[in-house]
């Protein structure tokens, strides 16, 4: 009996890792074999694996050729958006996605978060009715009082209150590239031109100094309150560091997901981020300083958070939330009931059994994966820089004489890029374990079916999942029973 392969892009781990752990263990208790695979190293790693269908984590152009690669080795296509809830408006969204019509309708389990963009999406002819489902997105589950405990874990106890103050502004202060070219990639991937970035830039620009002020006088006009600045995952954290670490009440920390953090807090300040959103759905006030400029206007995460025109209105509110004599007004609890119905589906829990759902209807049709064409993938040029003609030469040699691909000719031994495990964006089999350990617990605790398994979580190489020898970094998560009949 072949046991089905999946294979799901891990964009970024903090954010990113808990809901797609979630999914996989759901995937594997119903007989697949999931692949977790570092979305940045995805062209190195797929062609090795050879899954039967491929979860993108979105459909923009950085990842065409992947989609195209895959489609082409008969492997299925399908998306878990990691971005798609809320956008300024649905042209934001759309200029992003993969130009080609013919390429985003030969995808297939189309998850969305929700109905909103669902409709509009099959509306404007992006998408077929036969190719969405609406999911909500699993990383939001974790919210759900089923599974709290799964984040709780995660952070230290402490008396003093903690107010949790998020930035978004990742453009003029990347973390894992430089501006020149986050700039270079909006051009490109985006279409965007000059004028456009450059007021992006400047309004980001802006706004990080205003939150710079704004966290210098909480920390001093609340100096028995905590104040936690967690910068986006794809944000630099030094100029935060370096501009307020005289401030004893003050840590900038953007290590974990932050979940845990939303969680602990009295309160969360953001402007236009989905952290206001996943705030609401933790039950934790969000206040929005609206004197500071938003690069992209998220209206949803605006209609959950408390409109603050002044320093003076947020510290009023603020004082209010830590006093204990905060009452949510009646506009945003109403604004999150109709945000999460909108944009999110629901807020069940249950957005990972529903991935799992369409996941395992799409590796129920049968795809033939052809192997010959994922090993020509994994010998030529995965990354799209070029390769010279004695690259090449040497790379088809490897093929020819069935040589791992990272053979070298010079050495005369295998010489892998480790270059992965020392990347902010490193996550590896131990990580997943214990992840998938607490998920499995929290399950047996309250009775529901993952709580039954035997996981086996390992690196894919280890397991001797990776074709040709391939040195993968990817994480491969089965029921145990799974794994011994696919060894």
């Not at 979305?39 to 050729?65: C, D």
């Not at 008396?159 to 930035?167: A, E, F, G, I, S």
């Not at 279409?191 to 990080?208: C, F, K, M, P, S």
Request: proline letters at 6%.
């Amino acid at each position: 009996m072949n046991v089905p392969r999946i294979a799901l892009l891990v964009d970024h781990p903090q954010r990113d890792l808990r809901g797609i752990v979630l999914t996989a263990l759901e995937l594997s208790r119903r007989g697949a074999i999931c692949h977790l695979v570092p979305a940045n190293i995805a062209a190195r790693e797929v062609w090795a694996l050879a899954p039967e269908f491929l979860v993108l984590n979105y459909f923009r152009r950085s990842n065409e050729a992947l989609a195209r690669g895959a489609l082409a080795a008969g492997i299925g296509v399908g998306l878990l958006d990691t971005e798609g809830g809320v956008w300024s408006n649905m042209e934001s969204y759309t200029e992003l996605l993969w130009p080609d019509t013919a390429l985003r309708q030969a995808a297939h389990g189309v998850c969305l978060w929700g109905d909103a963009m669902a409709s509009a999406l099959v509306a404007q002819g992006i998408f077929t009715a036969d190719q969405v489902t609406v999911t909500g997105c699993p990383r939001f589950d974790v919210y759900h009082p089923s599974w709290r405990p799964v984040i709780v874990t995660d952070h230290e106890g402490t008396d003093r209150p903690r107010v949790l103050v998020n930035t978004n502004f990742s453009t003029a202060n990347p973390r894992f590239t430089s501006v020149e070219q986050k700039i270079a990639t909006s051009r490109r991937n985006f279409g965007w031109d000059d004028v456009r970035v450059q007021e992006l830039l400047r309004t980001e620009r802006a706004a990080i100094a205003a939150m710079i002020e704004l966290v210098a006088r909480l920390a001093t006009t609340f100096p028995n309150v905590d104040v936690v600045v967690r910068p986006h995952p794809f944000e630099r954290p030094e100029p935060y560091r370096e501009a307020l670490q005289a401030l004893s009440n003050v840590t900038v920390d953007n290590s974990g997901g932050v979940e845990p953090q939303i969680c602990r807090a009295v309160a969360v300040i953001q402007r236009s981020c989905t952290t206001g959103i996943e705030a609401g759905f933790a039950g934790t006030p969000t206040l929005s300083p609206r004197w500071i400029p938003a690069p992209f206007e998220m209206p949803s995460a605006e209609a959950v958070s408390v409109p603050c025109g002044s320093y003076g209105e947020l510290h009023e509110a603020l004082g209010s939330i830590v006093a204990g004599e905060w009452i949510t007004p009646p506009a945003v609890v109403d604004a999150i009931a109709a945000v999460t119905r909108d944009w999110f589906h629901s807020r069940d829990g249950q957005s990972h059994r529903r991935v799992a759902e369409v996941l395992m209807g799409e590796v129920a049709r049968g795809r033939q994966v052809r192997l010959t064409e994922c090993d020509r993938l994994l010998y030529v040029d995965p990354e799209g820089s070029g390769l010279s003609m004695l690259q090449w030469m040497g790379s088809q040699v490897r093929r020819g004489l069935h040589l791992p691909p990272d053979w070298s000719f010079r050495a005369m031994r295998r010489a892998p890029d480790e270059r992965w495990p020392t990347t902010s964006k490193y996550f590896g089999a131990e990580e997943v374990r214990s992840l998938a350990s607490r998920i499995v617990a929290v399950a047996r605790a309250k009775g529901g079916a993952l709580g039954e398994m035997r996981v086996s979580v390992g690196l894919a190489r280890d397991r001797g999942e990776c074709r040709r020898g391939a040195h993968c970094h990817s994480v491969t998560v089965a029921a145990a029973r799974a794994a011994e009949r696919a060894a």
